[in-house]
């Protein structure tokens, strides 16, 4: 089976501090993905990775950055947290990506993120 | 605008009970449409996944059906348990962007009474 984990599942951080989300798959997934998910809004689409080092903007990327320096880790980054980016944060992995690709995408449990 | 609404938003229903969820999308071109169930406070799991040509596809209780010529899907849960109390996700794909954009509904939030 394939496994997406995440650093933490409950998070409290401060305004302006520098928050680090982390997420590991074990499948050798090419893709990764960071969602943030806010009640009525359903999934939102922050960044994502379609191989080491390779990243493209979603949706909403303001306020937010990612690293993958390998392949099975990525990693969102909040430079200054503010409490409008209190959310769940979801991230994903899929073997392929595509146009034509019906891979599924595997969740990670989330992250509860409040910010202070 | 590529966009998917799913109705009802929420739906209380009772155990052993059949119930169908609908999503239409305006998502174009299409490539495919998936259905997810989230737990609460956990990450969707994927259920079914549809191309242009399969108009039903089944995972156990789980019936998903596509009308790609009127852009509807609904999804059918027969004799429903306590453990089908869930949030499900209409998420539809395009064939227009090279890495195959997903377009998330809102979700259906369906509890199921004992």
């Known amino acids: 089976d394939v496994k997406v984990t995440q650093s933490s599942r409950y998070l409290v951080k401060r305004t302006g501090e520098k928050v680090f989300l982390e997420c590991v798959q074990d499948m050798d997934h090419e893709n990764m993905f960071w969602y943030r998910q806010d009640p009525g809004l359903g999934l939102r689409l922050i960044y994502f990775s379609y191989d080491v080092k390779m990243k493209e903007k979603g949706d909403i990327p303001e306020g937010y950055s990612v690293s993958r320096e390998k392949k099975e880790r990525f990693s969102l980054i909040l430079e200054s947290a503010s409490t409008n980016q209190t959310s769940m944060y979801l991230c994903?992995?899929?073997?392929?990506?595509?146009?034509?690709?019906?891979?599924?995408?595997?969740f990670g449990p989330g992250t509860r993120l409040t910010v202070l | 605008k590529n966009q998917v609404e799913q109705s009802p938003q929420s739906l209380i229903i009772l155990e052993g009970k059949n119930c169908t969820l609908q999503c239409n999308y305006t998502v174009s071109p299409f490539s495919n449409l998936r259905w997810y169930k989230q737990d609460t406070g956990r990450g969707p799991v994927s259920l079914t996944i549809?191309?242009?040509?399969?108009n039903t596809k089944s995972n156990g209780r789980y019936t998903a059906t596509l009308d790609a010529d009127t852009k509807q899907s609904s999804l059918h849960i027969t004799a429903s348990q306590l453990s089908d109390s869930a949030s499900y996700i209409c998420v539809v794909s395009d064939r227009g962007s090279t890495l195959g954009r997903l377009y998330f509904g809102r979700g259906t939030q369906l509890t199921v009474w004992p």
């Open positions: 994903a992995s899929s073997l392929t990506s595509g146009a034509s690709s019906t891979d599924t995408q595997y």
């Open positions: 549809m191309t242009f040509s399969e």
